[in-house]
């Protein structure tokens, strides 16, 4: 940019050109026509903010002098409504109502001893009665008495001045005094009091019972004297302001500054405002006429139809007066300011800037390993940054010991890697020999297992046998009882045979009976008869024989039965007692299995962890490979202590107890 | 008649009360076993009941009764016998077949006439009117009953 358009060229040539020249004075007006046309907009803008700020205090005066009158009205109301409660509380007793003078005012003073501002104050009272003691009162009266600024006075029915010649009551008033029966305020009336003419706001009171009015207790205030009031007041808000105020015919009856202003008329001097206008309420917008300016206010009373105006004005100059004492005095105070914010940011920087300047210094250093940081402490304040400095020297003190700790670490980090390698070598001898030891333990197992099978089989053939016994017994028992029933059937027959044999032996009696009865004929049949006795006989004893024997067989048979039942049981225990020894030993089986299978998962354990005793023997190596290196890293940070040297002779003194060790393991090795 | 032919009589011995008597086999129709016995009131106390030998009925006598003799109980029952008789056969009018109790029979002896003894006094366990002799054998002695003395006071007439 700077090549292209090559402004040291046109520097150097064109402005030492006299139309250059020309060109840069213009240049130079140039920067100061903004700063002269700010300076004039601050200029206006500063007299508007004034102007503004003066139609307001202008404003407030006029308020300020119709809240005045309404005050004085309300109070010069209140009073006059206590003495004529008092008067009506002495009506009753008509010796008392002889009121003094000095009466009358200790009332008015026990109750409002600052209240009477300005006016006139009179009581009216019973006129009959006061038209008895005229005389007396009279010649006591002097009326250049005044009090303060209030006086009083007693009118008679006649409506002549008592205490002024010259003070004329207006004759209505009193009518219409006689007829009131609340208090009110009546319009403004003129009238003249030593000589001097006032405009007078009269306060009419009535005092009276419940039946009817006896009189009145009045007050007149004099206008006139209320703008000084107002102005005494605010004198300190604008003491350039003048007040005027004007009765319901825009005539001024009074004026703070200017006494000519009175009994003239406003139209005379102000031609922009009708007198519409002038008692228009809302017309409170200053305007100017001449070479014043002007704010309306209208006061209204209550119940009175007439109202007044306040006029207060200001001369328009007096407005924006001072206006350029008042720019340099601000241009001062922002000069002031400047110089100000430039030394508290040199002071501030001074503070802040040393220190973290030292401390970026420290990091640096830290930040190339050197861990020899002392940070100047000298300069302590109670601030964040010194808190900082202090903060960063403890983290720099921490971390010296953190990394000589850690350079400990990683010393006996490599010593215990070593140890671990060892170690690990040792368990995976271990391993291998459990391997061996376990398949020794598993095949005898599996011989104990082929021993349990034979025995269980040999147990089940047992068990059929011992069953086959027991049916065969119970066989045999039963083959036992059917020679019983055999041998009692025998035993049967033999009776049979008996029987025979006793008929036969009856029958060869008949026979030789018959025979000796026939004689010598049948001694032959008789011999047959007596053979066949004698065969009879001996079948008889054969029989008895049988049965005999008979008898005994069944006695031996049924005892060798009874011997076999007997033996039936214990054969079924004997078959029981065998089927239990099988079931047994198919459980031995089955439990010698489990153990030979877990065996096999026991033999697979100690192989894996024999591979796993191998890694971890070069998990070992390698750490002490990764100890090694850290110790190189740490040895990055630099701090010259005692530590660091007794780190460095430890660590020697550790390397040369290991091999020492090693050297005796070897040893030991090679003896066994 | 068997005596007109020899001097031999044949006898049937049988037990009473353990001890042997005999009648004369020419007496004696049968021997039957024991059979039911029909029990007869208001008999006299000789005589059992009646029994049906092949349609007839016949009287049971107890001979002991007769005799005077004790009634043992100590004998086989199965072996007793009723041994059927006929007497007074002499006199048509006398003949009588009646039935009388043995405990058992024991045999047909022939005895010869001069081996019949008379019984001697003392020693008589019966009336001698209901006796006829005594004889030896086989080393028992074998009383012999007069069977027609026996029966007659069945009869009713004595």
Not at chain 1, 151 to 162: D, H, L, R, Y
């Given at each position: 940019m700077r090549k292209i358009l090559n402004i040291d060229a046109i520097k150097n040539q064109f402005f030492s050109t006299k139309i250059g020249t020309i060109i840069r004075r213009w240049m130079v007006g140039a920067v100061f026509f903004p700063l002269v046309m700010i300076l004039l907009f601050f200029y206006g803008y500063v007299k508007d903010l004034m102007v503004q700020n003066s139609s307001a205090r202008l404003v407030q005066l006029s308020v300020a002098s119709k809240n005045v009158i309404a005050r004085v009205v309300n109070k010069n109301m209140n009073i006059c409504s206590v003495l004529a409660n008092t008067f009506a509380l002495y009506h009753s007793d008509t010796s008392k109502v002889n009121f003094s003078r000095e009466d009358i005012i200790r009332i008015l003073t026990s109750n409002y001893p600052d209240s009477?501002?300005?006016?006139?104050?009179?009581?009216?009272?019973?006129?009959?009665?006061?038209?008895?003691?005229?005389?007396?009162?009279?010649?006591?009266?002097?009326?250049?008495?005044w009090y303060g600024r209030m006086c009083w006075f007693v009118a008679s029915q006649e409506n002549k001045p008592i205490l002024d010649k010259n003070f004329v009551f207006d004759t209505n008033l009193f009518d219409?005094?006689?007829?009131?029966?609340?208090?009110?305020?009546?319009?403004?009336?003129?009238?003249?009091?030593?000589?001097?003419?006032?405009?007078?706001?009269?306060?009419?009171?009535?005092?009276?019972?419940?039946?009817?009015?006896?009189?009145?207790?009045?007050?007149?205030?004099?206008?006139?004297?209320?703008?000084?009031?107002?102005?005494?007041?605010?004198?300190?808000?604008?003491?350039?302001?003048?007040?005027?105020?004007?009765?319901?015919?825009?005539?001024?009856?009074?004026?703070?500054?200017?006494?000519?202003?009175?009994?003239?008329?406003?139209?005379e001097f102000l031609t922009k405002v009708s007198q519409a206008d002038l008692f228009n309420y809302e017309n409170r917008v200053p305007f100017s006429e001449g070479e014043m300016t002007f704010v309306t206010e209208k006061v209204d009373f209550p119940g009175v139809s007439d109202?007044?105006?306040?006029?207060?004005?200001?001369?328009?100059?007096?407005?924006?007066?001072?206006?350029?004492?008042?720019?340099?005095?601000?241009?001062?105070?922002?000069?002031?300011?400047?110089?100000?914010?430039?030394?508290?940011?040199?002071?501030?920087?001074?503070?802040?800037?040393?220190?973290?300047?030292?401390?970026?210094?420290?990091?640096?250093?830290?930040?190339?390993?050197?861990?020899?940081?002392?940070?100047?402490?000298?300069?302590?304040?109670?601030?964040?940054?010194?808190?900082?400095?202090?903060?960063?020297?403890?983290?720099?003190?921490?971390?010296?010991?953190?990394?000589?700790?850690?350079?400990?670490?990683?010393?006996?980090?490599?010593?215990?890697?070593?140890?671990?390698?060892?170690?690990?070598?040792?368990?995976?001898?271990?391993?291998?020999?459990?391997?061996?030891?376990?398949?020794?333990?598993?095949?005898?197992?599996?011989?104990?297992?082929?021993?349990?099978?034979?025995?269980?089989?040999?147990?089940?053939?047992?068990?059929?046998?011992?069953?086959?016994?027991?049916?065969?017994?119970?066989?045999?028992?039963?083959?036992?009882?059917?020679?019983?029933?055999?041998?009692?059937?025998?035993?049967?027959?033999?009776?049979i045979i008996n029987e025979i044999v006793g008929k036969t032996d009856l029958l060869a009696v008949n026979a030789a009976i018959e025979a000796a009865r026939v004689g010598?004929?049948?001694?032959?049949?008789?011999?047959?008869?007596?053979?066949?006795?004698?065969?009879?006989?001996?079948?008889?004893?054969?029989?008895?024989?049988?049965?005999?024997l008979t008898e005994k067989g069944v006695?031996?048979?049924?005892?060798?039965?009874?011997?076999?039942?007997?033996?039936?049981?214990?054969?079924?225990?004997?078959?029981?007692?065998?089927?239990?020894?099988?079931?047994?030993?198919?459980?031995?089986?089955?439990?010698a299995v489990q153990v030979n299978s877990a065996i096999q998962q026991l033999n697979d354990i100690i192989q894996q962890n024999a591979a796993t005793s191998e890694e971890l023997s070069a998990s070992a190596d390698e750490s002490q490979a990764q100890a090694e290196f850290l110790s190189k890293v740490m040895s990055y940070y630099n701090f010259e202590n005692e530590n660091g040297n007794e780190i460095l002779r430890l660590t020697r003194e550790a390397e040369a107890i290991l091999k020492r060790i090693d050297e005796l393991k070897l040893a030991n090795n090679k003896k066994l | 008649m068997s005596e007109t032919y020899s001097n031999t009589i044949s006898y049937l011995s049988f037990y009473l009360n353990g001890e042997l008597y005999a009648f004369k086999v020419s007496d004696v129709?049968?021997?039957?076993?024991?059979?039911?016995?029909?029990?007869?009131?208001?008999?006299?106390?000789?005589?059992?009941?009646?029994?049906?030998f092949r349609g007839e009925i016949l009287p049971?006598?107890?001979?002991?009764?007769?005799?005077?003799?004790?009634?043992?109980?100590?004998?086989?029952?199965?072996?007793?016998?009723?041994?059927?008789?006929?007497?007074?056969?002499?006199?048509?009018?006398?003949?009588?077949?009646?039935?009388?109790?043995?405990?058992?029979?024991?045999?047909?002896?022939?005895?010869?006439?001069?081996?019949?003894?008379?019984?001697?006094?003392?020693?008589?366990?019966?009336?001698?009117?209901?006796?006829?002799?005594?004889?030896?054998?086989?080393?028992?002695y074998i009383t012999i009953l007069n069977s027609s003395a026996i029966f007659s006071i069945n009869n009713g007439k004595k």
């Amino acid at each position: 940019m700077r090549k292209i358009l090559n402004i040291d060229a046109i520097k150097n040539q064109f402005f030492s050109t006299k139309i250059g020249t020309i060109i840069r004075r213009w240049m130079v007006g140039a920067v100061f026509f903004p700063l002269v046309m700010i300076l004039l907009f601050f200029y206006g803008y500063v007299k508007d903010l004034m102007v503004q700020n003066s139609s307001a205090r202008l404003v407030q005066l006029s308020v300020a002098s119709k809240n005045v009158i309404a005050r004085v009205v309300n109070k010069n109301m209140n009073i006059c409504s206590v003495l004529a409660n008092t008067f009506a509380l002495y009506h009753s007793d008509t010796s008392k109502v002889n009121f003094s003078r000095e009466d009358i005012i200790r009332i008015l003073t026990s109750n409002y001893p600052d209240s009477i501002s300005c006016g006139l104050m009179g009581v009216y009272y019973d006129w009959k009665a006061f038209d008895a003691e005229d005389e007396n009162l009279r010649e006591n009266s002097k009326y250049e008495k005044w009090y303060g600024r209030m006086c009083w006075f007693v009118a008679s029915q006649e409506n002549k001045p008592i205490l002024d010649k010259n003070f004329v009551f207006d004759t209505n008033l009193f009518d219409d005094v006689k007829k009131i029966s609340k208090a009110r305020v009546f319009s403004p009336i003129e009238t003249v009091v030593f000589g001097k003419r006032y405009s007078a706001l009269p306060v009419v009171v009535p005092i009276k019972d419940s039946e009817m009015v006896y009189g009145c207790v009045f007050s007149y205030i004099f206008i006139n004297e209320l703008t000084d009031v107002v102005l005494q007041k605010k004198s300190k808000a604008y003491n350039q302001a003048s007040v005027l105020i004007a009765d319901r015919n825009a005539q001024i009856v009074s004026s703070s500054s200017n006494p000519d202003f009175v009994g003239k008329k406003v139209g005379e001097f102000l031609t922009k405002v009708s007198q519409a206008d002038l008692f228009n309420y809302e017309n409170r917008v200053p305007f100017s006429e001449g070479e014043m300016t002007f704010v309306t206010e209208k006061v209204d009373f209550p119940g009175v139809s007439d109202s007044m105006v306040v006029l207060s004005y200001v001369p328009s100059k007096a407005m924006s007066s001072g206006i350029f004492k008042k720019m340099f005095s601000i241009l001062i105070l922002c000069c002031v300011l400047f110089l100000l914010v430039i030394v508290i940011s040199v002071v501030v920087g001074q503070r802040i800037g040393t220190p973290v300047k030292k401390m970026l210094d420290g990091v640096k250093r830290l930040s190339a390993g050197n861990l020899n940081v002392n940070f100047d402490l000298k300069s302590r304040g109670n601030t964040e940054i010194t808190d900082l400095m202090v903060t960063l020297e403890d983290f720099v003190k921490n971390q010296r010991r953190r990394v000589n700790q850690v350079k400990k670490s990683a010393v006996n980090m490599n010593v215990a890697a070593k140890e671990l390698a060892r170690s690990a070598s040792t368990m995976a001898g271990g391993s291998n020999e459990q391997a061996s030891a376990s398949e020794q333990v598993s095949s005898a197992m599996q011989e104990m297992v082929s021993s349990i099978t034979t025995n269980a089989e040999n147990a089940h053939k047992t068990e059929v046998i011992a069953t086959q016994a027991a049916d065969s017994v119970l066989r045999a028992n039963e083959s036992v009882r059917q020679t019983v029933d055999f041998m009692k059937e025998i035993t049967d027959k033999i009776g049979i045979i008996n029987e025979i044999v006793g008929k036969t032996d009856l029958l060869a009696v008949n026979a030789a009976i018959e025979a000796a009865r026939v004689g010598e004929l049948g001694k032959g049949f008789s011999v047959v008869a007596a053979e066949i006795r004698k065969l009879a006989e001996k079948s008889q004893l054969a029989a008895q024989e049988i049965d005999s024997l008979t008898e005994k067989g069944v006695k031996q048979a049924e005892s060798s039965g009874e011997l076999l039942i007997q033996l039936v049981p214990e054969m079924t225990k004997t078959s029981e007692l065998v089927h239990d020894i099988a079931a047994l030993s198919i459980e031995q089986n089955n439990n010698a299995v489990q153990v030979n299978s877990a065996i096999q998962q026991l033999n697979d354990i100690i192989q894996q962890n024999a591979a796993t005793s191998e890694e971890l023997s070069a998990s070992a190596d390698e750490s002490q490979a990764q100890a090694e290196f850290l110790s190189k890293v740490m040895s990055y940070y630099n701090f010259e202590n005692e530590n660091g040297n007794e780190i460095l002779r430890l660590t020697r003194e550790a390397e040369a107890i290991l091999k020492r060790i090693d050297e005796l393991k070897l040893a030991n090795n090679k003896k066994l | 008649m068997s005596e007109t032919y020899s001097n031999t009589i044949s006898y049937l011995s049988f037990y009473l009360n353990g001890e042997l008597y005999a009648f004369k086999v020419s007496d004696v129709i049968e021997v039957i076993e024991l059979q039911k016995v029909t029990l007869i009131p208001k008999t006299p106390p000789h005589i059992l009941g009646v029994i049906n030998f092949r349609g007839e009925i016949l009287p049971l006598i107890d001979v002991r009764k007769i005799c005077g003799l004790k009634t043992d109980k100590n004998f086989d029952e199965n072996q007793s016998v009723i041994i059927v008789l006929e007497t007074g056969k002499d006199t048509p009018e006398n003949l009588l077949t009646v039935s009388c109790m043995a405990d058992a029979v024991s045999d047909v002896i022939d005895v010869k006439m001069a081996d019949i003894m008379s019984i001697p006094d003392f020693d008589a366990k019966i009336k001698a009117e209901y006796t006829e002799g005594i004889f030896e054998h086989n080393g028992d002695y074998i009383t012999i009953l007069n069977s027609s003395a026996i029966f007659s006071i069945n009869n009713g007439k004595k």
